[in-house]
T-cell receptor
Framework: ETAVFQTPNYHVTQVGNEVSFNCKQTLGHDTMYWYKQDSKKLLKIMFSYNNKQLIVNETVPRRFSPQSSDKAHLNLRIKSVEPEDSAVYLC????????????FGPGTRLTVL | GEKVEQHESTLSVREGDSAVINCTYTDTASSYFPWYKQEAGKSLHFVIDIRSNVDRKQSQRLTVLLDKKAKRFSLHITATQPEDSAIYFCAASPYQGGRALIFGTGTTVSVSP
């Protein structure tokens, strides 16, 4: 049962373009995350965010930025995509207290030509 | 920062046999260790977790062991079934709830009939 929704499922674009991915969770969680999964299936945290604090992985290039309108939404914007940005971007959410389990969305696959 | 090493990249077992996946971590501050499963073409799905205040946790056919001294944890799957075939990721978090996960590189488990 999906409770973390991501759009689009796929996106193909050219180098230098701007893209934006959406994520919404209906679990009432306080914290949301963006992870990147590359072609070798390696998973890396990019951002974690709750309504008080944004934590950025220091290895994330500045062209990436999270955007949140409320605690149920966390979008990801890439200002000028590069070929190495081709990957699956996974959104997740978790409660701030109690269970630490993170719930993942289906992912957005980005291909940069 | 935390680094998680997942020792087995692939694991092939016969249906009914047991499978063990081993992970090590570097940060003594890590206190939360979840496992996730990723089936082909799908997103990550939570499997089981363990917190640093215990050294063993069991859920049906799954058992997680944690050795804080050795900074090592492992996932044991008994009576494997074909539907256990997937990529399994271990992860660690040096924080209490609501924080990002540092993932291992994944173990592809194949269960043959």
């Amino acid at each position: 049962e999906t409770a973390v929704f991501q759009t689009p499922n796929y996106h193909v674009t050219q180098v230098g373009n701007e893209v934006s991915f959406n994520c919404k969770q209906t679990l009432g969680h306080d914290t949301m995350y963006w992870y990147k999964q590359d072609s070798k299936k390696l998973l890396k945290i990019m951002f974690s965010y709750n309504n008080k604090q944004l934590i950025v992985n220091e290895t994330v290039p500045r062209r990436f930025s999270p955007q949140s309108s409320d605690k149920a939404h966390l979008n990801l914007r890439i200002k000028s995509v590069e070929p190495e940005d081709s990957a699956v971007y996974l959104c997740a959410s978790s409660p701030l207290q109690g269970s630490y389990e993170q719930y993942f969305g289906p992912g957005t696959r980005l291909t940069v030509l | 920062g935390e680094k998680v090493e997942q020792h087995e990249s692939t694991l092939s077992v016969r249906e009914g046999d047991s499978a063990v996946i081993n992970c090590t971590y570097t940060d003594t501050a890590s206190s939360y260790f979840p496992w996730y499963k990723q089936e082909a073409g799908k997103s990550l799905h939570f499997v089981i977790d363990i917190r640093s205040n215990v050294d063993r946790k069991q859920s049906q056919r799954l058992t997680v062991l944690l050795d804080k001294k050795a900074k090592r944890f492992s996932l044991h799957i008994t009576a494997t079934q074909p539907e256990d075939s997937a990529i399994y990721f271990c992860a660690a978090s040096p924080y209490q709830g609501g924080r990002a996960l540092i993932f291992g590189t994944g173990t592809t488990v194949s269960v043959s009939p």
